[in-house]
Each structure stands twice: as structure tokens, then as C-alpha cells.
T-cell receptor, first 116, second 116 residues
Framework: GAGVSQSPSNKVTEKGKDVELRCDPISGHTALYWYRQSLGQGLEFLIYFQGNSAPDKSGLPSDRFSAERTGGSVSTLTIQRTQQEDSAVYLCASSRLAGRGYNEQFFGPGTRLTVL | AQKVTQAQTEISVVEKEDVTLDCVYETRDTTYYLFWYKQPPSGELVFLIR??????QNEISGRYSWNFQKSTSSFNFTITASQVVDSAVYFCALSEVQTGANNLFFGTGTRLTVIP
């Protein structure tokens, strides 16, 4: 059984450009999460998907950030007009059970984004 | 509001010493889950343990043990006879049930260095 995979592993972009980060969750996991890990902020929740329910976007830092999940599996996190403060490691996680709070999450290796 | 505090930013121990990593949390929920994750130098977060708020029984897994005390809102993690491979950043996290939050709230992490 493969774990959570993310691509690319590293992304360097210029300020103002758009980037897309991809996450493939563990097969059969219904919940998918995006987090951001940066030096100054630690690990921050960004967005959560559960089945066909509306995503919980409460952690997205600005409207430049968006995410979608197609077919209940693969997810893409898009950052438009990137800024230097967007530089961070973006982590994706998935979990099997959808129960509130019962979210033993399994993390991918992350995408390191550097905005020049 | 929920909060997880890991007061120890960095700890260094000599191999074979025991070490305890502290975690203190705040929540208004009466039902919640607590987690520990390990982040080795490779960067991928590895799930170690989940504990629900109704289960205060301590747990031991090999050289790892966890002490959950609701009275002091603490969920401490002890590594016995530490090894170099234990060197990593360790994160404590909280997930609430009643507020409906589906994400993990992480502490800022404790960097453990085991010196051979």
C-alpha cells in the first residue's frame, strides 16, 4: 500500500506566478487535508475535504489560495500571484475515517515551495 | 480557543539516556483527541499515537511511553534508552470533536538530538 504522495517535491517560482501542488491520498481514505509548515508559523491547517461535502476552507490565508479535489481522490492546491511569504513546505494528509476528531492522519513528504 | 504548547524548543541527550517531551493543551471541548507525530530529517511526518479524552490510561510501545493527565491538560512523551535514530522534531497535536473542527492543531514542535 502506497502512502500519500505529493508532487513536485520542490518548486521554485518567481513572485507573481501561479503554482499548482498535487496530492494523491492513500487509496480508500475519504478525508484529505492540506497544511503549511513554515519557519515562523509552524504547522498550519489550510483546508479539509471529506467526500462530497463542502470543503472546510477556514485555514486558507487569503483568496489567492484555492484547492479542489476531483473524484474524491487527487487534490490540487493552487496559489495565485505567489508572494515571498508563501514560501513554505506544503503538506498533504489523508485519513480513513470521517468521524469528527477521529482523524489519524497520514502525511505525504511535502512540496517545498520557494518564491523568489 | 484551542492551543497546544510544547515549551521545549530543543533538547539534546546522550544516547541511552531517557528523555521526556512535554505537551500541554487547551480546549473547551470535553471530547477531543491528542496525537504525537515524529518528523525525521527526511521531512515526512510519522504518526506515533492517538489518545482520546476519555482514556487516561498510559500507554507503552517499546521504548516509547505516553502519560496523559487531564487534570493538568498534559500529554507527555517519554523515550527510554534513546537512540540516534530518535533524533527528529516531535509534534504534539489536538483534534476537537464537539466544535466540529476536522483539522489538527499542532504545537510548535520539540527538536530532539541524540548524541552518540
Amino acid at each position: 500500500g502506497a502512502g500519500v504522495s505529493q508532487s513536485p517535491s520542490n518548486k521554485v517560482t518567481e513572485k507573481g506566478k501561479d503554482v499548482e501542488l498535487r496530492c494523491d491520498p492513500i487509496s480508500g481514505h475519504t478525508a484529505l487535508y492540506w497544511y503549511r509548515q513554515s519557519l515562523g508559523q509552524g504547522l498550519e491547517f489550510l483546508i479539509y475535504f471529506q467526500g462530497n461535502s463542502a470543503p472546510d476552507k477556514s485555514g486558507l490565508p487569503s483568496d489567492r489560495f484555492s484547492a479542489e479535489r476531483t473524484g474524491g481522490s487527487v487534490s490540487t492546491l493552487t496559489i495565485q500571484r505567489t508572494q515571498q511569504e508563501d514560501s513554505a513546505v506544503y503538506l498533504c494528509a489523508s485519513s480513513r475515517l470521517a468521524g469528527r476528531g477521529y482523524n489519524e492522519q497520514f502525511f505525504g513528504p511535502g512540496t517545498r515551495l520557494t518564491v523568489l | 480557543a484551542q492551543k497546544v504548547t510544547q515549551a521545549q524548543t530543543e533538547i539534546s541527550v546522550v544516547e541511552k539516556e531517557d528523555v521526556t517531551l512535554d505537551c500541554v493543551y487547551e480546549t473547551r471541548d470535553t471530547t477531543y483527541y491528542l496525537f504525537w507525530y515524529k518528523q525525521p530529517p527526511s521531512g515526512e511526518l510519522v504518526f506515533l499515537i492517538r489518545r482520546n479524552s476519555f482514556d487516561e490510561q498510559n500507554e507503552i510501545s517499546g521504548r516509547y511511553s505516553w502519560n496523559f493527565q487531564k487534570s493538568t491538560s498534559s500529554f507527555n512523551f517519554t523515550i527510554t534508552a534513546s537512540q540516534v535514530v530518535d533524533s527528529a522534531v516531535y509534534f504534539c497535536a489536538l483534534s476537537e470533536v464537539q466544535t466540529g473542527a476536522n483539522n489538527l492543531f499542532f504545537g510548535t514542535g520539540t527538536r530532539l538530538t541524540v548524541i552518540p
